[in-house]
Nanobody
Framework: VQLQASGGGLVQAGGSLRLSCAAS????????MGWFRQAPGKEREFVAA????????YYADSVKGRFAISRGNAKNTVYLQMNSLKPEDTAVYFC?????????????????WGQGTLVTVSS
């Protein structure tokens, strides 16, 4: 099983980026998928997640109204559209997947992790 995140980069404050995560090795149609981030010197934190059925979506308060998570039609890809970026959004962003349909915001409830992609927002 492999999750490959991409799309990070350097952007000015107020700009946008779209992260992608491609999952392979099995079908992820029954898995919840999500994004976490880790800023330098800080713990990894929840950003956004979507249920296997796409009927439930969760966001951290800090990104509500600015970020949008979605899945591809094949369910093995998850995206994170990030708008109105702020310097405090600077972090390594990790995608994750898990079969359990609960505890979306807890790091402990995610089994599979991607390698991370760096997002840097300049002021």
């Amino acid at each position: 099983v492999q999750l490959q995140a991409s799309g990070g980069g350097l952007v000015q404050a107020g700009g946008s980026l779209r992260l992608s995560c491609a999952a392979s090795g099995r079908s992820f149609s029954s898995y919840k998928m999500g994004w976490f981030r880790q800023a330098p010197g800080k713990e990894r934190e929840f950003v956004a997640a979507v249920s296997w059925s796409d009927t439930r979506i969760y966001y951290a308060d800090s990104v509500k109204g600015r970020f949008a998570i979605s899945r591809g039609n094949a369910k093995n890809t998850v995206y994170l559209q990030m708008n109105s970026l702020k310097p405090e959004d600077t972090a390594v962003y990790f995608c994750a997947a898990d079969l359990r349909d609960w505890m979306y915001t807890s790091i402990r409830a995610w089994e599979y992790w991607g390698q991370g992609t760096l997002v840097t927002v300049s002021s």
